[in-house]
């Protein structure tokens, strides 16, 4: 039987197929998962997604800004309608004003700051706080996150200060959900991608230039090891592994020359 088997999850933050999110979908759709989408709430990005999960057979395809409430309730919503109590949710959202990644962090504006740290970490927050009653016990909720959140990285700025306060959000959401139902709470730090989002770093070839040089593999990684290491935490692979900031970036983390 395949790992996934009649396993139900709820996906946030596919944007397409170089997404990291998506490389996580389509391990977890070869191993038998059953899943739901969500999109920005406009036109292109909807048919961007549909595009991309419909040949999967998605079990549905809702807008959810994660800055809305009650658009996410409505998403957890129509997934239980949809599909039952889910086994699983990824969080896979981050934004920062381009400015606020180009400027030195000093200067980030408090209307930037907000909106980052609004969007790429407390949606984790109220992606648990309004879909706890919509996963069943033992679910597992994995967030994306980087190394900028514990090391200086140029050109990451207020994003790197976002990741860190996700990554803190994983510990405190892991210690009460998984005492109160049992929901494992993990995040995914992985190494330099091609995404969507790489493209706003500026210097991000010399990244990959550097990395190799450092890192134990020496080597990048590729997305799909990142798809791997989604499937094993959002699977029962990982049933003892709760808070945890796992790295998937050829070692490169444990190296401090």
Not at 144 to 151: E, N, P, R
Not at 185 to 200: D, F, I, M, Q
Request: charged share 20%; aromatic share 8%; with cysteine.
């Amino acid at each position: 039987m395949a790992l996934m088997a009649g396993k139900k999850g709820l996906i946030f933050g596919v944007a397409n197929d170089r997404s990291l999110a998506w490389y996580i979908a389509e391990k977890l759709h070869a191993e038998g998962a059953r899943m739901g989408f969500t999109h920005l709430p406009n036109e292109k990005m909807e048919k961007r997604v549909r595009k991309l999960v419909e040949p999967i057979n998605a079990a549905m395809i809702a807008p959810c800004d994660v800055q809305n409430d009650e658009q996410i309730r409505a998403a957890f919503h129509q997934a239980r309608e949809t599909m039952g109590e889910l086994d699983f949710v990824l969080h896979a959202v981050a934004f920062a004003n381009t400015e606020a990644l180009y400027n030195p962090f000093y200067k980030t504006k408090r209307a930037d700051f907000l909106q980052a740290m609004d969007i790429s970490a407390y949606s984790l927050v109220a992606l648990c706080q309004q879909g706890v009653e919509f996963m069943k016990p033992g679910a597992s909720v994995l967030s994306l996150t980087y190394f900028g959140s514990v090391k200086v990285i140029p050109s990451y700025n207020v994003m790197g200060v976002c990741k860190a306060a996700l990554e803190s959000s994983t510990r405190y959401l892991a210690a009460e959900l998984g005492r109160e139902k049992q929901i494992r709470v993990n995040s995914l730090s992985a190494g330099p991608c091609r995404t969507l989002s790489s493209a706003g770093i500026s210097g991000f070839q010399q990244m990959l230039d550097h990395y190799p040089t450092k890192a134990p593999l020496a080597r990048n990684i590729e997305s799909d090891e990142v798809g791997k290491s989604g499937l094993y935490l959002l699977s029962d692979l990982s049933s003892g592994v709760t808070g945890e900031i796992h790295y998937v970036d050829a070692g490169y983390n444990v190296i401090g020359w």
